[in-house]
Every structure is written in C-alpha cells, then in structure tokens.
C-alpha cells in the first residue's frame, strides 16, 4: 500500500493564479482531511468528507474548494491564490481513531 | 482561542534520559488524545493515543498520561534516543460527534536528543 499520496511536492504561484492539490489513498478509508500548516503552528482543518460525494467546512475553508468524486481521490482546489495561502497542505485519511497524514505540499504564493 | 496547548515550543534532553512532552485542553467534549510525531519534509506519523476513560497508555519507549480533572496531558520517553529528535504534536478529538471526529492539534514541541 502507497498510503496517503500527495502530488505536487512544492509549488510556486503568483497572487490570483489557480491550482489544484492532489490528494489520493489506497486504504479505501470513508473520512478523509485537507490540513494546512503554517510555520510555528498547528494543523488546522480545511475540509474534510465522510465518503464520496459528501464534503464538509473545517475551520479555515475560505479560499478553497474540494469535491469527492471517489473513495480514493480528495483534491483540494484554490481559486484565486492569495499570499495568505502560503502553507503545508497535509491530506490525512482516517481509519477508526487514527489519521494517516501524506507528506504534504509546500505551497508558495507570490 | 486555543483548544489544545502545548507551551513549551522546544525541548532538549540527553540522550538515555526522559523526555517529558506536555499538553492542556480547555474543550471538555475531547475524549480522545493522539500524539503525532513529524520529520522535515515528512507527514505527521500517529505515536500513541488514549482514550478518556482511561489515565495511562504505554506502548514500549513512550507512555502517554491523561488527567482528565486538570486538562492535562503529557508523553513520556524513556529512555529517549537521538532517532527521537522530532516535532510532537498533541491532538484531541472532539466526541460529540460534531464535524465527524475532527482533530484539532497544539502547536508542536520540537523534542531534540543529544547524543
């Protein structure tokens, strides 16, 4: 099993340019997270969803947008890049109590 | 307004000796603890968890303690080693079942083992 996939690695964007991070898992786990992380800080949730299909707001969801078309696949799109956005994306999946986190986008705006 | 704490942003032990992590909550519907461990460059790896009802959990090296009537909990390492040296975050699940188990996570304590 690959785990928690993410794609690309880094990326660099200019302010008002749009992007898609790629999230994908080969777990078949329902619940699966979109985290950004900014230095100095802790995780903080995005979006997440309970299975295909279904999406929900985290705490920080401004900005973005995600869609869950599959068990596997959770991308997380930004429209209109903003300095702001400038962070650690992390994609987890969770099974039972546990979130199995990839390793991450790091995601540059300028 | 944070929910979960960790104060301390660093912490350097020597290596073979104990290292204490510690955490605070104020949301009293968390009824779960995880400890994640993360690299540079890497993903958060899961360490250790407890449950509410319980007050210790030991998984070989570490040991996680819960007191629920301070808030407070804490990671033991023991002994620590230098593969050891990582960011520890604190997170807790909130049980109520709102926003379907989201972790909210403390800021990290950097955890560094001197050999």
């Known amino acids: 099993n690959a785990g928690v996939t993410q794609t690309p690695k880094f990326r660099i964007l200019k302010i008002g340019q749009s992007m898609t991070l790629q999230c994908a898992q080969d777990?078949?786990?329902?619940?699966m997270y979109w985290y950004r992380q900014d230095p100095g800080m802790g995780l903080k949730l995005i979006y997440y969803s309970v299975g295909a299909g279904i999406t929900d707001k985290g705490e920080v969801p401004n900005g973005y947008n995600v869609s869950r078309s599959t068990t596997e696949d959770f991308p997380l799109r930004l429209e209109l890049a903003a300095p702001s956005q400038t962070s650690v994306y992390f994609c987890?999946?969770?099974?039972?109590?546990?979130?199995?986190f990839g390793p991450g986008t790091r995601l540059t705006v300028l | 307004d944070q929910q979960v704490k960790q104060n301390s942003p660093s912490l350097s032990v020597q290596e073979g000796r104990i290292s204490i992590l510690n955490c605070d909550y104020t949301n009293s519907m968390f009824d779960y603890f995880l400890w994640y461990k993360k690299y540079p460059a890497e993903g958060p790896t899961f360490l250790i968890s407890i449950s509410s009802i319980k007050d210790k959990n030991e998984d070989g090296r570490f040991t996680v303690f819960l007191n629920k009537s301070a808030k407070h909990l804490s990671l033991h390492i023991v002994p620590s080693q230098p593969g050891d040296s990582a960011v520890y975050f604190c997170?807790?699940?909130?049980?109520?079942?709102?926003?379907?188990?989201?972790?909210?996570f403390g800021k990290g304590t950097k955890l560094s083992v001197i050999p």
């Open positions: 997170a807790a699940r909130d049980g109520s079942g709102a926003g379907s188990y989201q972790l909210t």
């Open positions: 987890a999946s969770r099974l039972s109590n546990e979130q199995f």
């Open positions: 777990m078949n786990h329902n619940y």
